[in-house]
């Protein structure tokens, strides 16, 4: 299989995986959403209880105030709140979607507040126009007007109480719902984590391996070896760049033994000469003080005369460094006239004594460096 379809695949895989976990999500979400809304519901009603609560207590501390005070502000403050407990009402009867026990105990309340209302507004009579608080304190501290607001707040009561057990059941169901989809949706999603992992390590550890052997070989090619082949690669992809290594690596090859061809020839063509011929290839500084200045010149070429004119042979004189031959060229002259034919890229004719014979050596500039040609001087 090609790397590209390993990672075709790989990809379909863990989109389908993600796909799973995506929808899992969403229908959790969805779940979530429409929970949240059905709480809602219970939550209002808490609330509206609570404050039910509070607004008949402060009902009845308002009458009672007033009726043995005579304080208006007592009966103000009745009046107002009476008026609250009506709203408090209506918003618990506006509630969607009541449940049946909600509406027979919101009716059996509303009667029953209907009731309580009537002997407290006759008590606040009694002490409004005839100022009797003792009667109208007893009408209302009587056992029937005491049974009544104890049936008010039980009724309340138990419309709180059932709100805070459904919410308290649905807070529960949330847990237990959400629990299997979310260990679902983890499953897939780290399913689909651990496939693509796998597949992309699988595929980069074969394509690493190739690499590093068709780098190898390449190094081999660079450091001159070309009589080596590198294997094809089981990859598709890159079974292309290792038959152009090989390609590279033949043609190379063939260029090595034509160069080597030609270089023989052309030595066995200066060796048949009589006279000598060398070239040396300048050497120079990388210091910052004396960036690219000529330090030295080396060997490149020698033929049989020039080497013996020097007294070597052509493969010694190989490599070797001009000043370590001749160190004394460095203060006769001659070593600056070689770098200055290099620099300049103006021939000149420099005598030199090897051994008992003088030599006019005429130094050429050639690419970065010299070619000396020596005459014998008679």
């Given amino acids: 299989m090609s790397l590209r379809a390993k990672i075709i695949l790989g990809f379909l895989v863990g989109l389908l995986f993600l796909s799973v976990t995506g929808y899992l999500t969403y229908k959790r979400i969805t779940e979530s959403l429409a929970l949240e809304r059905s709480e809602r519901q219970p939550q209002a009603i808490l609330n509206l209880s609570e404050i039910l609560l509070t607004q008949i207590r402060d009902v009845q501390d308002g009458a009672f105030g007033y009726i043995l005070t005579g304080d208006t502000t007592y009966r103000d403050w009745y009046s107002a709140t009476v008026g609250q407990v009506g709203l408090t009402m209506k918003q618990l009867y506006t509630i969607p979607n009541r449940s049946g026990e909600l509406n027979r105990n919101l009716a059996l309340l509303d009667t029953l507040l209907d009731k309580k209302m009537e002997e407290m507004n006759v008590s606040i009579r009694l002490r409004q126009e005839k100022n009797l608080i003792k009667p109208a304190s007893d009408f209302m501290r009587k056992n029937k007007s005491r049974l009544v607001a104890d049936s008010i707040r039980a009724v309340v009561y138990r419309i709180r109480n059932n709100q805070r057990d459904s919410i308290e059941k649905q807070i529960q169901e949330s847990q237990n719902t959400a629990t299997m989809p979310l260990l679902v949706a983890l499953g897939a999603g780290a399913a689909a984590l651990v496939i693509m992992l796998v597949m992309a390590l699988v595929g980069a550890t074969s394509v690493t391996a190739t690499l590093r052997t068709l780098t190898q070989f390449a190094e081999q090619l660079a450091l001159g070896d070309v009589t080596q082949r590198t294997p094809l690669p089981t990859s598709i992809d890159l079974k292309p760049l290792a038959l152009s290594l090989n390609t590279v690596a033949t043609n190379l090859q063939g260029v090595q033994h034509t160069a080597k061809s030609s270089y023989n020839l052309m030595l066995e063509s200066l060796n048949a000469t009589p006279h000598g011929f060398a070239v040396l290839k300048a050497l ?24 013996r004119i020097i007294g070597s042979t052509p493969n010694a004189l190989y490599g070797k460094r001009l000043l370590n031959a001749f160190p004394n060229h460095k203060t006769n002259g001659i070593f600056e006239q070689y770098s200055r034919v290099v620099e300049s890229g103006i021939s000149a004719e420099i005598e030199e004594r090897h051994g008992n014979q003088r030599y006019a050596v005429t130094a050429s500039k050639f690419s970065d460096g010299i070619v000396l040609a020596y005459t014998p001087v008679k």
């Fill in 284 to 307: 120079r500084s990388a210091g910052l003080s004396t960036a690219n200045k000529i330090m030295d010149f080396e060997w490149q070429i020698s033929n049989a005369a020039a080497a």
